[in-house]
């Protein structure tokens, strides 16, 4: 079980980048459209930290997750200075930090939502706890697809910076792809890891 001293790092160092991350960011409009859901992912995690406790593994994921979504409104996604060096590095045609941000997408929200399952016991297969996961992440992308695109067809030009798609026709659904890959990397990689710490936390419901 995380100590509430980690919490407090934890969340000093998000405010910390969050407060740099405001202060003359590329786009302002943009920055508000990216940084939310990590202001929101913030009030959610404080309310609820009382009434169910999340494990250590998910509140250090959700805090890098934080960082990723914060670093990317600062700049914009496409003009990410670690981008631009993996861009260089590898020889890819444009830069790779949105690619990065939507494996993120997957990887992060597949432990929450696997968290989330086991301790509510909504299903007791592991295969179907595999799958749903899958699925959710997957919805949760397409859904975030869908608000990019509704950010379009409001904003307009304005939105450009918000999509990120650097030109590529193919960017949702290339977006899409790297999110399953990342929830499909996280529970192939970290599921043994979660049940451990859920099993040894005084509050499970699944010991």
Not at 57 to 75: D, P
Not at 95 to 102: A, F, K, S, V
Request: net charge neutral; aromatic share 14%.
């Amino acid at each position: 079980m995380i100590k509430k001293l980690e919490l407090w790092l934890l969340l000093i160092a998000m405010v910390a980048v969050l407060l740099w991350s405001l202060f003359n960011p590329y786009d302002r409009l943009t920055w508000w459209m990216e940084a939310l859901p990590v202001l929101i992912g913030i009030v959610v995690l404080v309310a609820t930290r009382a009434g169910f406790p999340l494990t250590r593994l998910l509140y250090y994921l959700l805090f890098i997750h934080g960082v990723i979504l914060v670093v990317g409104a600062h700049y914009s996604y496409a003009r990410v200075p670690l981008g631009f060096w993996l861009q260089e590095l590898l020889d890819f045609q444009r830069n790779p930090y949105d690619r990065l941000g939507h494996l993120a997408q997957g990887f992060i929200p597949a432990i929450l939502a696997r968290e989330i399952l086991i301790r509510n016991a909504v299903v007791k297969s592991a295969g179907w706890l595999f799958f749903l996961v899958m699925c959710i992440c997957l919805a949760f992308s397409a859904l975030y697809e869908l608000i990019e695109w509704w950010a379009a067809v409001i904003g307009g030009d304005g939105s450009v910076e918000f999509l990120g798609t650097q030109g590529d026709v193919w960017d949702a659904q290339w977006d899409m792809l790297h999110a399953v890959i990342g929830a499909l990397a996280a529970q192939l990689l970290l599921s043994g890891v979660l049940q451990r710490q859920i099993n040894s936390s005084p509050w499970s419901s699944a010991r």
